[in-house]
């Protein structure tokens, strides 16, 4: 059993190598391990636009550079997949994530569930890897709850959900209310837009505190 090594690309892929016996760390990638709206924002006024940090959201917060109206849905969209198109081998990790995760993985089956687009994914891997995080990374399309749901029902020890997102807080906690969730914001400036989410467990935005959660947690859930 396990990942090393091996093609994983799927949620089907990683369950034919996990370990049941060992706890699950579903990851997201943006704003979790990776500085995603600092990177973002470096493309976008290359583009002529910039992004204005007045809610927890892309749209509505894209403008011409200097300007008052919002830029349109259906362009937002055209950025941001050319944001991953052009960026997506250049976003650096978020603060303390790599020293976290050398300490988790001793405890810890790690996978990466991102909502990268599929053409990206491969090219995210690789990226993470050479920063130091050889984990799979699975591009997701859209809610986050059945893929969780298929990998913790296929172990018996506990899984964990980390992501930014609270409509994933609420997708896993519908398909998989066992997962212990935990809601993650790496940009300070975001973090301060948003309380936790509804639907999640507990709220951290730096790894250490993350890192020690999850340590604790261990105690409480022997495999």
């Not at 509505?60 to 008052?68: A, E, K, S, T, V």
């Not at 990998?151 to 212990?180: G, K, N």
Request: one cysteine or more.
């Amino acid at each position: 059993m396990g990942w090393i090594g091996k093609p994983m690309t799927s949620v089907s892929d990683l369950i034919t190598g996990i370990d049941p016996h060992r706890p699950l760390l579903l990851l997201d990638a943006d704003e979790v391990l990776l500085r995603f709206v600092e990177t973002l924002e470096q493309y976008l006024v290359n583009q002529g636009v910039e992004l204005r940090l007045t809610s927890f959201q892309l749209s509505g917060n894209i403008f011409p550079l200097g300007g008052d109206a919002p830029v349109p849905g259906e362009q937002v969209r055209d950025h941001i997949a050319g944001f991953f198109d052009t960026c997506v081998d250049e976003v650096p990790l978020v603060d303390g994530a790599l020293e976290a995760l050398d300490g988790l993985r001793e405890h810890y089956q790690i996978a990466i569930l991102s909502n990268v687009p599929s053409r990206c994914r491969a090219r995210r891997e690789a990226s993470l890897k050479a920063q130091g995080l050889d984990f799979p990374v699975i591009a997701n399309k859209g809610d986050k709850g059945p893929g969780a749901k298929q990998l913790a029902d296929a172990i018996r020890a506990h899984t964990v959900f980390v992501d930014d997102l609270p409509p994933q807080h609420a997708s896993v906690a519908a398909h998989a209310p066992d997962i212990h969730r935990v809601h993650f914001i790496g940009d300070p400036r975001l973090a301060a837009l948003i309380g936790k989410a509804p639907d999640a467990h507990v709220r951290f935005d730096d790894w250490p505190t993350l890192e020690s959660h999850l340590k604790d947690l261990m105690q409480g859930h022997p495999s």
